[in-house]
């Protein structure tokens, strides 16, 4: 019979376009336009999803641009502090890694949700305790000075590697 086959054949294809087999009547017009109002709206949705995705990807690359930028020359002052502080302290190396006993800076894994996607973010942490304030008395007896100064200048560039790791994830 006629109602068996378009209740089987869920899509009917007709002149190349998908089609719904509906029958003519007021009910099923109706029970339609309830169905494209829902596809309008649905629609809307997933382009207004799709643009502010598309804001938050065209802001990350441009931070990116200005992190990297920043990283660059963070990471060449750190190296240049180092050799300054080589040069008035000597090999200190075995002096920080003796000085040191935990980790002053910690990174945390936070997500971020835009439009109802989740994005992942990393925040460093910085620890203050009686452990990161020895680490200060590094290098007291000569070149104390240089030896705080390369210490800050190397965590700035961990911060800005941190929130470049955390923009290149999202």
């Not at 080589?86 to 090999?91: C, L, R, S, W």
């Not at 949700?113 to 990393?122: K, S, T, W």
């Amino acid at each position: 019979s006629v109602k068996e086959r378009r209740a089987s054949a869920s899509w009917n294809k007709m002149s190349g376009q998908a089609r719904l087999p509906v029958l003519p009547s007021r009910m099923t017009l109706a029970a339609m336009k309830i169905r494209l109002v829902g596809a309008k709206k649905g629609f809307s949705l997933l382009k207004k999803k799709s643009d502010a995705l598309t804001v938050r990807f065209r802001g990350i690359l441009k931070q990116i641009r200005d992190t990297k930028e920043s990283m660059g020359k963070e990471m060449k002052d750190a190296a240049f502090r180092l050799t300054e502080t080589k040069y008035a302290a000597g090999e200190i190396s075995y002096m920080v890694t003796e000085s040191v006993t935990s980790a002053t800076v910690k990174v945390r894994l936070r997500t971020d949700n835009v439009a109802g996607v989740y994005l992942p973010q990393f925040r460093d942490t910085i620890d203050t305790s009686a452990a990161a304030v020895q680490s200060d008395l590094t290098g007291l007896s000569k070149g104390g000075e240089q030896v705080r100064n390369t210490r800050l200048a190397f965590t700035k560039a961990l911060k800005l590697l941190v929130e470049l790791a955390s923009l290149q994830t999202s």
